[in-house]
């Protein structure tokens, strides 16, 4: 298969690694990791105004580790206004030249809530519904292609990572979870091939981590996508049609595991 990639600065630049991007690959089955907090809030807003000057760095993979350390500062505080201001590093770096800088940017401020967990579960929660979910959806809204494939990389991040509750809290409409499951569907129909494939592929990567009724849901979407991609006019992009087989196939997999039902495109 022959994947698709939007030029960047630099190709040495494109194919740079970071440890929390790893981390997301391989995260399925990876214990969280503990932040003990050895810095006072006071603390904290001090050493803010230093990295935001290295956010600045020429050099990318000094942008890169000053977003590195996001997740370490959140368990430092218990304040979600503290929390927003970090948080604003992640946003800036988000929108880097550099792939590798964006991707690690959004992937800290996701992961955050991991580094929340010893202030109780309520506020991770909290962290992802007041600050990762609205910049989720924003990412998706973005006239920039690249941005609307982040939005699709941080709904992977954090559904595989389990980072939002599966349960619906009082007072919302719909669970994070499903919020975020529709906010990549919305996707499918989008005018870039590259971000049309990599729902696909999103979905094929959080199929085994959601639930039967959601994954009736992405089933349905992903065979519109395959369906509408089929019929284009120059039989469709091929890498898209490879994704969506590929997240319905492991979405029949898991319908022959249990009893949910997986659309059939024969039918």
Not at 42 to 67: D, H, I, K, N
């Amino acid at each position: 298969v022959k994947f698709k990639r939007e030029k960047n600065s630099t190709s040495a630049e494109d194919d740079a690694v970071s440890l929390s991007s790893f981390q997301s690959h391989t995260s399925i089955e990876k214990k969280d990791p503990v932040f003990l907090p050895v810095l006072s809030e006071t603390q904290v807003l001090r050493l803010l105004p230093t990295l935001t000057g290295l956010a600045s760095s020429r050099q990318w993979r000094v942008r890169q580790g000053a977003v590195e350390i996001v997740p370490a500062l959140l368990g430092c505080t218990n304040s979600l206004e503290i929390r927003s201001e970090i948080a604003q590093l992640c946003f800036r770096l988000m929108g880097d030249s550099v792939d590798a800088v964006r991707n690690t940017a959004a992937e800290c401020l996701c992961l955050g809530g991991g580094s929340l967990g010893s202030h109780g579960e309520d506020v991770a929660s909290e962290w992802v519904s007041a600050i990762v979910v609205p910049q989720v959806k924003s990412c998706s809204h973005s006239a920039d292609s690249k941005q609307r494939r982040l939005a699709l990389k941080m709904v992977e991040v954090i559904l595989v990572n389990s980072v939002c509750p599966m349960a619906r809290k009082k007072g919302t409409e719909i669970p994070t979870h499903r919020e975020l499951v529709e906010i990549g569907l919305a996707l499918k129909d989008d005018r870039v091939a590259n971000v049309r494939l990599n729902v696909g592929r999103m979905f094929a990567s959080v199929v085994p981590t959601l639930q039967e009724e959601d994954v009736g849901i992405i089933s349905k979407g992903v065979t519109e996508l395959l369906v509408k991609e089929r019929g284009r006019e120059d039989g469709g992009d091929r890498d898209v049609i490879y994704f969506a087989n590929k997240a319905l196939a492991r979405i029949q997999s898991r319908s022959e595991e249990g009893s949910f039902v997986s659309y059939d495109l024969n039918k």
